[in-house]
C-alpha cells in the first residue's frame, strides 16, 4: 500500500476497492459450504471475515460521516461486530460457524452495498473531511488486510479437519498459492539450503518502532518510537528448514521434558504433539496438507506451523535461544538499509530481485512470521486511542509472543520491519517458523 | 407405508422413490449453508442426513447384492457411517458440521446415483433375491423417515441459534408446515380446547408389541410381543396445552425442587431453563421459535419441546404422573379399536376424518411424541439380530425414556401403536409433550 | 435389626446405641488425615458420614420433639445436610474433602452430644410421642447403616489412590474384614467352585414387594406391594467368579463393541477400563487393592467392583443376561422360604449355617451386590412422604439401575429380599457382581 | 539469612535448624485434618510442604554425599517431589490432597530423620565437600523459604473455603501473624495513609541484578547482572489502599471493559469478580477472611490478593500505569542506598526502624508483592545450571507476570531488590498488591 494522497479521490477509490476486491478474490475459489464452517474457536468462517471487514467501514466511516446514516440490517451490528465492546453486543465468537444465515451470496450484496456507498461519500465529501475519512480508509484497508492473511489461515484449518483433503484451490497455474514453500504448496525447492550461517550485530542503544513503511502507516502498537538497549547478538541468516526440524524429531526432540518450557511441555503431552500442524505420517514419510492438497514435506523447505513452545524447544536443543524483538528489528533494519526493499513483498505476491538488492540475511519477510523471545506488551508511552478503535491493539497485550517479519499469505503492502505480530504461545494455525539469535 | 407385494418390482421402486424424493423435497428450501451446520452433538447437518441414508441403501443392499459393487466414493463410507461399529470406523459425530465438502450439491448426486442402481437393482433382481432385498430395503425406507423427522427437528433447531429468526419456510401457502400447532406454527387453534378428561381402563394382562401396522412393518425394539400385566389406571383424553404450562411456570414450577427428581433439578439449575426449548420472553409475552419463524405461544395449544425432566415435574405438580408405556399401548390399541384409524396419519399429512373415527382420545397420534414414564430397556426375550444390522436399536437401551404416538413431523405411514421412540431425559430438541396418567 | 417393641425405652436406646456405635467403631483405624479426604465427588469423608448421619437424628428427631431445642451448632446444618433441599442449603458435596474442621475429634464430641439427648428423649417421652419417635429412630438407624456401608465403600476407594498401598486395617486377627471373599480380603476361596448351574423358575403373577423382614422395616420405595407378571425363567447358582470374568477379558471383552451397550462401550473407551475397579497388573498377574492391602486376584472368588455397563457386557459374552428385578425377588423369596435365613446375614458378620438352611441358590445375600437389568423407577402406586423426608428416595428415580442381595460391607440385620439399591450404570466403587439369568 | 562461613559446621548447622524449625513452628497450629487439605490445584497441603522441602534435601545433598545413602522411604521419591522431571516420576500435582498417608506425624518424623543426617553430614564433612554443600544447603534453606510462605498463603486459601470461617492463628497474643495489615488482619492502620506522593527517578542505563543481599546469595533467574535503559519515569512513594480500591469498585470498576485487558475482562466475568479475593460482602460491609479470622476491611492497609488483570485495569483507571520490574528494581536500590536497610525485615518479624532508615518510599518491603507490569522472562545471557537443579525457574519463564519485593509472610532474609517473584496474571491466592507507576 503506497502513500496516499489523500486529497485525490479516485486515488482513495482505488486503494479501496484493490483492497477490497483482493478479499473477495480469495473467497472465490470456495464454495458456500466452505464458507460457513468454522473449525475450532480461533478461527473464523470465510463469510464472516467478508462481513465482518464490511461491518469495520460501516461502522467506523458510514455511520460518523454519511448523512441519513442507515445500517444495511441492525442484526449484523451484532453478527459481525468482533470484539468492539464500546460498540455494542457481540455474537458468541465460538459459535460463528453456527450461523447459516445471511449465507456468502447475501454477504456479497452487503459487500456490494457497503462499496458503493464509501466510494460515494469519499467522492462527494469536502477536502477536510476526506481527510479525516482518508484515515479511517487506510486503517480500514489494513484492517482488510489483516483478514486477508486470516482467511487463508483459517480455510486451511477448515479444510485440513476434513478426511477428502481438499485443496483450497487445486489450479497452480492461476494461483500464486503453489509456488509458496513457506504455505507448503508445490513445487519443492529446487535444491538444499546452504549451511546455516550467522550474521554479527554490535550492541548499542537503538531505535525501536521508527516508521520506514512507504505508506506512512503503521497500526498503533509499533510504536511510539523509542530507544532501546541491545546487547551484542548473532542472528542466523536464513530460517530452520523442514530437514532441520526432523532432525530435531529423529533426536527426540518431542520426548525431552529438559528442552522444554514447563508449560509448553504439559501442552505438548495433553495434545500428543508429534510433529508441526499439518504434518501426517504417510507410508510415503512425512507428509504435509496445504492450501494445494496434501503434499510430501520437502526438507528443504522452511518449517512452518510451529507453536512457541516448539520453537522455543528447538532453540534449546540447537544450543541457540529465539532473538527478541529488539534484536529482530534492529537487523530488518540494517537489512533493508543494505538494499533489501524487493523481500518486503511475500511470497505470494512475487517481485524479480537482483541478488544485490537482498541484504544480510535470508528470508527475513514474507516468508514465515518468525517467533521472538518477547512477550507482547506495550512500548514505553504507548496509549490507546480514546473510543472504540482503541480496542485495536492494545488490550491484547498479555500473555502473547511477538512475531516478526510477516508470512507467504500476507498481503501485498502489508510487511513492515515494526510490524508486531502477536500469538499466544500454543498456537500453530498461523504460518509460524524459527529463527535462531545468539549472544555473541 | 402400505403392505408391499414384494414380488412386484415397480412397486418395490415406487415406494423406494416416493420415500427417497420426500427427503429432497424437504431439504429444498434450505441453502447450503444451511444444509452444512450442525448445532450441537445432537444434531446432524441436512447434508449429512441426506448422505447418510444413502449410505443406509449403498451398504446394506448394494454391497451385498448388486454384482461387481464399487463404492461410490470409499470415503463416504468414513464420513457417512453414523454408528455401526460392525462396518467400520466412522467420522466423529460431534464434528459433522466441520466438513464442507462434499457440498449440498454433491450429495444430491450421490443420491441420484444410489437410486438408480437400487431400482436398476429392483429390477433385475430373481424372485427370491428381490424378496431379501425387499425386506431390507423397507427397513431402509422406515431409516429414512426417522431420519426425516430428525431432519426437520435438527434444522429447527440449527435456526433457532440465529438472531435473524430466520424460518425454514416462510411460504404457509405451499408448506404443510404452517398448520401444525404442535411444531408451533401458525395458525393458532381456533379456540381454546375441553376442560381435560380422563378414560378409565380396566386392568387386567395384556399382549404388548402386537404389530397392527398395515405394512406389517415394526423396528426390531416393538417386540416381541408379550403380555403384560397393567393396573386399572386413567388416561388423560387429550395433551397438556401451552395454557396449562403457563400455569405451571405461574406457580413456580420451574423453581420448586420438591415437584422434580434429582437430577432433573440440578439440570435445570445448570441451564437455568425457565420455559420450554424455543420459548422466549418478548415485550408481548412469551413467544417461540417454529420452522415458520417466531410467533407468539397459543395457550391452546399442546406444549412441544419440554424434557422427561420437565414433564414429570408438571405431573408431580398436577398430582398426575406420566403413562407408562404399557399403559400407552393399551389404551392405544383400544383407541384404534374404536375407530381411530385417520389420526395415524401426522398432522403434516392431514388427512379429514370424521367424528365418529376418532376413537376415545384426542391427539394420541402424529401431534407430539409423549413422554412414558418407562425407561427404554428390551422386552422380554429381545434379541437383536446379527451383524452389524443389530446394531439398529438394541445397543441404545438404556438410560432412555420412551416416547409413544409420533408427532407432527413424523413422516406418513410411520406411526403406529407399538412405536418405541427413545430419547435421554434432559433432551428436549424433538417434538416432545405431555399426557397424564392417573392410577384407578 | 429386629422388631421393636416402641413401649420399651431401654430396647430403643440399646439398638439406637448399638448401630451408633458401631459407626465409631468403623472409623475407629483411621487417622484424621483419613477421614478427611474425599476421593471422588461420588465418595464422602468419614468424618462426613460421621457427623451427617449424627445430623439426620439432629433434624428429624431432636429438633421436632426435644423442647427447647437448639442446634449443636448452627453451621453444621449447612454442612452435613447432604440433599434435603426441604431442610435448607447445603455445602457443596464435591467439596466436602475441602473442609478440615470440624475435625474428627470434633465430631466425636457431636455424635456424643446428639446420642445423649437422643437417649434422653426416649426415656423421657410418652408412649405416644415415644411411638412417634421409634418410627423415625428406626428409619435414623437403617439410615445410619446405609452410611456404614458407604463409609467402608468410601475408605476402600479414598486409600486406593494412594500409591503406598495402605490397608484400612492390616490386623486380620481382630477384624472380620479379612475373611470376605467379596471384599477381595484374604484368605481366599479354599477350593474351585462348581460348575455354574441353572435353577428355573416357573412363571406367573407373583407379589412384588412384600414385606418380610423380620423387623418389620422397609424403605418406601419397597413398595407398595403389588402383583408382576413373571415369565418362566432360570437363575444362576452362584455369582460369577474372577476366574470366569478372566476368560471374558481373555476373550478380549473389553475390546469387542458388539457386547457392549452404546453408551458404556464409549465410557469404557474413555476411561480405558480393561478390568475391574481396582485390579491392577503386576509382575505376578492380577493383584488387587482390598480393605487390607493389595493382595492376587483369587479366581474362586466372585468378581467384585463392576459396573452395570460391564455387567451387561459379560452376559451377552456369556449369551445369557441379567435378571430383571422382579425375577431376582421372586427367586430370592422362594430361597429363603426353602430355609436360607442363615444368609441373610452378611460376611462380615458370619452366622455359621448348617447346609440344610441355604435353599436353592448360592451367595444370594451379603456377598455382593447384584446388578439387575431393571431400571430404577417407582413401583405402581408408590408416592413419597409428604415434607423434607420424602427427599429420601423418589427424587432418585432416574437413570439408574437397581441391584439386589447386599454385599459383604452390609451391616447385620440391613439385608432382605425387598431391598433395592441402586446406582448409575457407570459407576463401581460399591461391591457389584454379577448373577446371570435366562429365558426358559 | 546472613553470610555464610562455609568452614564453619555448626553456623551451617544452625542456619539449617533454624529455617527447618521455623517450618515447623509454622505447622504448629493446624490439625492433621488441615494439613491434608489441597483446595484448589494451585495450594499443596501444609503436610506435602513439610514433606517436600525435606525431600529436596535428602535428594540433593544427602543421595550424592551421604555414604550407604538409602532413602529413607523409595515411595517418597514418588509423592514428594514437585516438578523435577531429571529425578523421576511425580505424584499428579492436583490430586495431593488424595493422599492421607503419611500422615503429619509421620512427615515429623521424617524431617528429623534427613534433619539428623544432614547434620551429622555437615559435621563429618571434610572441608572441600562442605563448601559444596554449602552452596546446595543454602539453596535448599531458600527453597524452604520459599515454601514457608506458600504453607502460609495457602493455608490461608484452605480455611477461606471452610464456612465456619476458622482462624489459623486466633491467638493475637503469640502470633507476629496479628499485626500484619498487608496480610489483612487485626489491629488495623492507626490512621489514614497520607495522600499518594510521586517520587521522580531519572532514565538512564543502570545495572540489573546486581546482588546486595547480606547472604550473598541470589537465585538464578535474578542474573546474569546486565545493564538495561530505563526512560526516566515516577513511582508512587506507597501501595494502593482498600480504601483507594473501594472508590474504583464505587466507579464501577469492576464492570468497565475499557479498563481491562481483554483476558482479564474474560477472565472477571467468568468468575463474576466483585472485590479482591476474600472479601465478601457483610451487613456492615466489606469483611475479609484473615489469618486470624474474618474481619472489617480497613480502608488504611494496603489492598491485598488481587490479580495482575485487577491491578492493570486499576492503573488504567487511575491513569497510571504498573511499573516494570527494571525500574522498580532501580527505584529500590536507590531507596535501601538512602538508608532502608531495616525495611527488608518483613512484617511478620518486625524491627523498630528509626525514620531516617527508610528512605525515599514507602512499604517496598514486606508488605505486599508488587505486580510489575513485565512478563517472567529470561535475563540476557540467562543460562540454568546442568542438570535438575537447573528446573527451579528456567522452565517457568512464559505466561507469568514479575512480582516485586516480598510480602509479609516472606521469611526473614529471603527479600531482596533483585528477587523475581512470579506468578500467572489470573492469580490471586498469594499476597499481591498494587503500586502504581508513570512517565516522567
Not at 472504540?388 to 498479555?398: P, V
Request: net charge negative.
Amino acid at each position: 500500500m503506497s502513500l496516499i494522497d489523500t486529497s485525490n479521490a479516485a486515488a482513495l477509490s482505488a486503494l479501496y476497492l484493490r483492497v477490497r476486491n483482493y478479499t473477495e478474490e480469495l473467497s472465490e475459489p470456495l464454495s458456500p459450504e466452505d464458507q460457513t464452517v468454522q473449525s475450532m474457536p480461533d478461527t473464523s468462517p470465510t463469510k464472516w471475515h467478508r462481513a465482518h471487514t464490511t461491518w469495520f467501514f460501516e461502522t467506523f466511516i458510514l455511520e460518523p460521516y454519511e448523512s441519513n446514516f442507515a445500517r444495511y440490517d441492525e442484526i449484523y451490528n451484532f453478527l459481525f461486530n468482533s470484539y468492539y465492546v464500546q460498540v455494542g453486543d457481540r455474537f458468541s465468537r465460538p459459535d460463528r460457524g453456527l450461523i447459516s444465515r445471511p449465507g456468502a451470496a447475501e454477504i456479497a450484496q452487503y459487500r456490494a452495498n457497503v462499496d458503493g456507498r464509501i466510494v460515494a461519500l469519499i467522492e462527494s465529501a469536502d477536502d477536510a473531511t476526506r481527510a479525516e475519512i482518508a484515515t479511517l480508509l487506510v486503517l480500514g484497508c489494513h484492517h482488510e488486510q489483516q483478514h486477508q492473511e486470516l482467511l487463508l489461515m483459517d480455510i486451511k484449518h477448515v479444510l485440513s479437519i476434513n478426511p477428502t483433503e481438499p485443496a483450497y484451490s487445486a489450479n497452480s497455474a492461476n494461483s500464486a498459492y503453489s509456488d509458496s514453500a513457506a504455505d507448503g504448496s508445490a513445487p519443492t525447492q529446487p535444491s538444499a539450503p546452504p549451511d546455516l550461517g550467522w550474521v554479527e550485530f554490535e550492541g548499542g542503544v537503538f531505535p525501536i518502532g521508527k516508521n520506514h513503511s512507504d505508506s506512512g502507516f503503521t497500526f498503533d502498537n509499533e510504536g511510539p518510537e523509542h530507544d532501546a538497549l541491545i546487547g551484542p547478538f548473532k542472528l542466523a541468516d536464513r530460517l530452520i528448514t523442514c530437514g532441520e526440524w526432523l532432525n530435531f524429531m529423529a533426536d527426540d526432540g518431542y520426548h525431552r521434558a529438559e528442552l522444554w518450557l514447563s508449560e509448553g511441555w504439559a501442552y505438548r503431552n495433553e495434545h500428543n504433539w508429534e510433529a508441526p500442524l499439518y504434518w501426517h505420517g504417510s507410508d510415503h514419510g512425512w507428509v504435509m496438507h496445504t492450501l494445494t492438497g496434501t503434499r510430501p514435506v520437502d526438507p528443504n523447505e522452511p518449517v512452518c506451523h510451529v507453536s512457541f513452545y516448539e520453537a522455543d524447544a528447538f532453540a534449546s536443543w540447537a544450543d541457540a535461544r529465539l532473538p527478541t524483538e529488539f534484536e529482530w528489528e534492529r537487523a530488518a533494519q540494517l537489512h533493508i538499509d543494505a538494499g533489501a526493499t524487493a523481500e518486503l513483498t511475500p511470497r505470494l505476491h512475487p517481485v524479480v530481485a537482483s541478488d544485490s538488492e537482498l541484504g544480510l540475511l535470508g528470508q527475513m519477510f514474507g516468508e514465515c512470521w518468525e517467533w521472538t523471545g518477547s512477550q507482547y506488551r506495550p512500548y514505553p508511552g504507548f496509549k490507546a486511542p480514546d473510543g472504540a478503535i482503541g480496542e485495536y491493539n492494545g488490550k491484547f497485550m498479555i500473555n502473547q509472543m511477538v512475531l516478526r517479519g510477516g508470512c507467504a499469505y500476507t498481503s501485498e503492502g502489508h510487511i513492515r520491519p515494526t510490524y508486531r505480530n502477536f500469538f499466544p504461545a500454543h498456537t500453530r494455525w498461523h504460518l509460524s517458523g524459527v529463527r535462531l539469535a545468539k549472544d555473541s
